[in-house]
């Protein structure tokens, strides 16, 4: 099978010399204690038939494939063209275990003298695209600069590479499955650019292009521009000091693409194993047996039949489930079926529920299950005739039959004690010590309770919410509020002894709002006053949330905690913390301490928290250490979201706060959830990473489940799957609604198997894949130290990219990377990864950060982490004000940006206005009423509406940005070269790290290594 992804020839031979950021990051390959994914045992490569090129290998980590240059041998062979599937194995091969001992240290050794001339020559090989659009590039290396290279000649099927800042242009309609971003090159086999009319080259076995005779590895004799007579010697022409950063692949390029391929158009999910568009492109989804992509994504859309394949391919078989999220405007709600008193028909072996993957047989009478093939009798009041298709004549009036997801009513046997549940309470726990009262922070949230109570979530058409509300302020000890609607005025119960924690008041706590308006208005007017002259600074934090767990135990009902909490728990309680904040340890071994949660207290409150279907959000305002990774374990496990404003001030986080808080409490959301994922034959789900507990290997526990929460589950085989009947998977999450009515919600999921793993890299997603990387690793580093995380993760991007190149590739110099087309960004997502605060392992970070950081990306859907891992770089200085559009986003660089510019960047987190240095002042006018980037201060800024064009659209494409967002993000205007500029530069994911960690370019060129040496 001889199929080419996205190719690029990188001349590096050694990359540059401090090629910094992972230190010691990649150095030996951990010891053979891997996880997740990574956790196969070691397996070697067979080796290639002869004639086909394997250099030298390692590599220590695990990812999805990258492209990269590297190390390359002094003489390098030509490729002859083979056509294997799988090229056999040959005897004499040695096993090379991935993670075995790689030649030499990997990272430094990329920072030695540079090699040879005649080294580089033999890298500069020429670019065979099997039929595939791709791209070549050359780079002379800084450490030498008398040494260049030009590009191969255009005899070999390529144009002359243009002066760097210059673009090839494409030629000819790129087939199906490599195209690349910003350049391109003609399919091989053609001498000279073509014209317009461009013929696919033949097609070789199994339907692939076939591959021209062999192709030379290095450049040809004959001058050709920049002139390159016979070899090194008379090498001439100007030195090409960098490479064109448009000649690798682009994100911006490939979002860019595919909204104009799939955007404003309707997805159908009527196909098994569909690739859907990105997240990032703006689609409809119309439901016709499978689940939206909005609520269930895969890593791949073909898993391989397999265990073998998965393990050869080392690509993670995974889903990434977001059961609530939101469904736009223009899309059908689901619909809920409700069979009243027998509830949900259900397989009675595998207990999955009725979904379109049934097959009905013998007139109707019986169907068999699509997940474990038992045949099932129809009961009666269920039954319906088939039609001549064998189809039922019902099909399309019941949503269980031909719909992806929807949901069933769940009887008694669904709830706790058989009986049906109350509705959810909401708690406001309000920490009053003095750091809270002197901010402003108590009175702005008292004052914005009183608005944010009216708009408390409700059922569909309700005039008012069910939800009953109570409240508690503490510092080192409780206080409860009785709020009853018949008391003239609210009373307040003291509870102080915080060791053995019960609420001292049933009847009057949790109220009905609309109710007890006035008391609450009345309570909430008093509760800053009441506090004004507090000099407490000692705060109590696990009492507080055994508080609320005791209130919704009594009340017998679900809800959630709101916890405005401001410093490290040091009074004298169960819980108490103490600084445990020592930089020393990053580096170390013992760095993973810093972000493993104390046990105990802690642990026992999530499960009393998951029992009783309470979960905590937790807003934090601290001025130093407040041990993240222990106050956040509980809401980290019970559905929950944790914010956080470090040195909070009314003036200047106050609208962020709020803005917040408000989505917080409108958000849809189901409580005291259990999840389970159900399987066809031959695989199941083995992993579970979230904001969830795990009670057992099966159930998925949730306190609450919101629209903004993804739970990512990992697959292993256990049998072969079939090609006929693909991969099905049901998820299925039974959860109370704001109402009290207990529902069971279902998404259904087909994928394809296949036994080529061309299939497999073909249906790839990106962003699904690095979903999973991100949240296994994260659980990881609890465990292995930080290096051996980041090693792992390097390996594995090197596995997928070699599997792909040995398995699936045209045979081709083992100087060129090649990527699958639909990976082809993988590595700038890997690397972003990399230098996320989690990974770097700096002392200039803060542990809060770095742990706060961990905790927000477990609980992350696809879409979330892509902007996360690739902010958007927005340029506003060119745009049109007069159109609705957002500006085209940039690559995220500093080559980007220009003096005369102004630009937007945002990644789901923060949100930076970018002034140049050089900007105009009628702009600077427009936007900031000031007549020059002068008259700005460089403390305190922010962005007036003005009644102008420009500043009208600059605020729009905010709010706009804002609204597709998690959470509010705070804007911080930078100026060029200011100080506040480091902040805005650490999101430019393409350059070097600012504490560490490569750029993209040479974390490309590291990657074409390892995968080179793993080929050999």
């Known amino acids: 099978m001889s199929q080419q992804g996205y190719v690029a020839a990188p001349p590096y031979s050694q990359a540059q010399a401090g090629m910094g950021g992972y230190s010691a990051g990649f150095g030996n390959p951990p010891p053979q204690s891997h996880y997740g994914a990574y956790g196969s045992p070691p397996q070697g490569y067979s080796a290639p038939p002869t004639g086909v090129l394997k250099p030298p290998a390692s590599s220590s980590s695990g990812m999805p494939p990258p492209p990269v240059s590297s190390q390359y041998g002094a003489n390098i062979q030509q490729n002859g063209a083979h056509h294997h599937s799988f090229p056999p194995p040959v005897a004499s091969a040695p096993s090379m275990s991935p993670y075995g001992q790689p030649p030499q240290s990997a990272f430094y050794s990329m920072a030695q003298a540079p090699p040879p001339t005649q080294q580089l020559t033999n890298q500069m090989s020429a670019m065979n695209i099997g039929g595939y659009v791709g791209v070549f590039y050359t780079h002379a290396l800084s450490a030498a600069p008398q040494q260049y290279h030009t590009s191969p000649p255009p005899a070999m099927g390529h144009p002359p590479l243009s002066p760097p800042g210059q673009q090839l242009s494409s030629f000819g309609s790129p087939p199906p499955m490599a195209t690349m971003g910003s350049v391109a090159a003609p399919p091989m086999g053609m001498s000279g650019p073509p014209g317009p009319g461009v013929h696919q080259p033949p097609l070789g076995p199994q339907g692939y292009p076939q591959q021209p005779g062999p192709q030379m590895a290095g450049p040809q004799s004959g001058a050709f521009q920049g002139g390159f007579p016979g070899g090194p010697a008379q090498m001439a022409g100007p030195p090409q000091k960098k490479l064109d950063p448009d000649s690798i692949p682009s994100t911006t390029q490939v979002i860019e693409d595919d909204q104009a391929k799939r955007g404003g158009q309707v997805y159908v999910t009527n196909i098994r194993g569909q690739v859907p568009p990105l997240v990032t492109t703006d689609f409809t989804v119309q439901d016709q047996g499978n689940a939206s992509p909005r609520f269930m994504r895969c890593t791949t859309y073909s898993f391989p039949s397999t265990a073998d394949l998965a393990k050869q391919c080392k690509v993670p078989l995974a889903a990434i489930i977001k059961p609530f999220a939101t469904v736009p405007k223009n899309e059908t709600p689901l619909y809920i079926v409700n069979h009243g008193e027998t509830g949900p028909i259900r397989c009675n072996r595998c207990k999955a529920y009725m979904c379109p993957y049934m097959q009905f047989m013998d007139g109707g009478r019986r169907y068999q299950c699509g997940f474990c093939s038992c045949v099932n009798e129809v009961p009666v009041q269920y039954f319906q005739h088939l039609d001549h298709m064998g189809r039922r004549m019902d099909l399309y009036e019941r949503p269980e039959l031909s719909l992806g997801s929807y949901e069933f009513i769940a009887t008694l046997d669904y709830c706790k004690n058989n009986k049906p549940p109350n509705p959810p309470a909401y708690i406001f726990m309000i920490d009053v010590s003095y750091n809270n009262i002197k901010s402003g922070l108590v009175k702005l949230i008292c004052e914005e309770l009183k608005t944010l109570l009216d708009r408390l979530p409700k059922e569909e058409g309700a005039e008012t919410s069910p939800i009953k509300v109570g409240f508690v302020t503490y510092n080192k000890i409780l206080h409860f509020y009785n709020v009853k609607s018949a008391l003239a005025q609210p009373q307040m119960m003291v509870v102080s002894d915080v060791a053995e924690m019960f609420v001292p008041l049933l009847d009057g706590f949790l109220v009905n709002f609309q109710e007890s308006r006035a008391v609450v208005n009345n309570l909430l007017d008093q509760i800053p006053d009441m506090f004004a002259d507090t000099n407490e600074s000692e705060t109590v934090f696990a009492p507080v949330i055994q508080a609320g767990v005791e209130a919704l135990k009594a009340a017998e009902c679900s809800g959630k905690l709101f916890i405005f909490h401001s410093s490290i728990p040091t009074a004298e309680a ?411 530069r650490q999101h430019l994911v393409e350059d070097k790290g600012l504490h560490g960690g490569a750029s993209y370019m040479d974390f490309l060129c590291y990657v074409h290594r390892e995968i080179r040496q793993l080929l050999t």
């Open 574 to 984: 169960p819980g108490k913390l103490k600084n445990r904040d020592d930089r020393k340890l990053v580096g170390t071994e013992k760095e993973k301490t810093l972000f493993q949660p104390l046990r105990g207290v802690y642990e026992q409150l999530t499960k009393d928290c998951v029992a009783q279907g309470c979960c905590v959000d937790l807003f934090l305002f601290p001025n130093q250490y407040v041990d993240i990774a222990t106050v956040g374990d509980v809401p980290s496990h019970t559905g929950g979201s944790i914010y956080k404003y470090s040195n909070f001030q009314v003036e200047v986080n106050g609208q962020q706060f709020v803005s917040d808080l408000r989505r917080d409490v409108e958000k849809s959301i189901g409580f005291d959830a259990i999840m389970r994922v159900r399987t066809g034959t031959g695989f199941r789900a083995t992993d579970f990473f979230g904001a969830v507990y795990m009670n057992n290997t099966t159930d998925v526990e949730m306190a609450a489940v919101d629209c903004d929460k993804a739970v990512t589950v990992e697959f292993k085989h256990d049998d072969t799957l079939s090609e006929e009947s693909g991969a099905v998977m049901q998820c299925a999450l039974l959860y109370t609604t704001i109402g009290g009515q207990r529902r069971l919600r279902i998404h259904n999921l087909s994928l394809n198997c296949s036994s080529q793993l061309s299939e497999l890299y073909k249906s790839c997603e990106t962003d699904a894949l690095i979903n999973f990387f991100a949240k296994s690793a994260y659980r990881a580093m609890l465990n292995q130290p930080l290096k051996t995380v980041r090693e792992i993760l390097v390996n594995q991007t090197a596995h997928m990219l070699a599997c792909y190149r040995k398995h699936c590739a045209s045979p081709s110099a083992a100087s060129q990377l090649i990527l699958p087309d639909a990976m082809k960004v993988f590595p700038v997502y890997m690397n972003s990864l990399l230098k996320t605060p989690t990974l770097v392992g700096s002392t200039e970070l803060s542990t809060d950060d770095r742990a706060f950081h961990r905790l927000l990306v477990n609980a992350m859907g696809v879409e979330e982490t892509q902007v996360l891992l690739y902010p958007r770089l927005i340029p506003l200085h060119t745009m049109d004000v007069s159109s609705d559009a957002i500006p085209a986003p940039v690559r995220c660089s500093e080559e980007r940006l220009s003096e005369s510019g102004i630009f937007l960047l945002e990644n789901g987190l923060s949100m930076f206005l970018w002034l140049g240095q050089a900007c105009p002042p009628d702009l600077i006018q427009n936007l900031f009423n000031v007549p020059s980037l002068g008259h700005l201060s460089s403390e305190g800024m922010s962005l007036p509406v003005l009644d102008n064009a420009h500043s009208r659209k600059i605020h729009s494409i905010i709010s706009s940005i804002s609204q597709q967002r998690a959470t509010s993000m705070k804007l911080l205007i930078v100026k060029q070269k200011d100080r506040s500029e480091m902040l805005f």
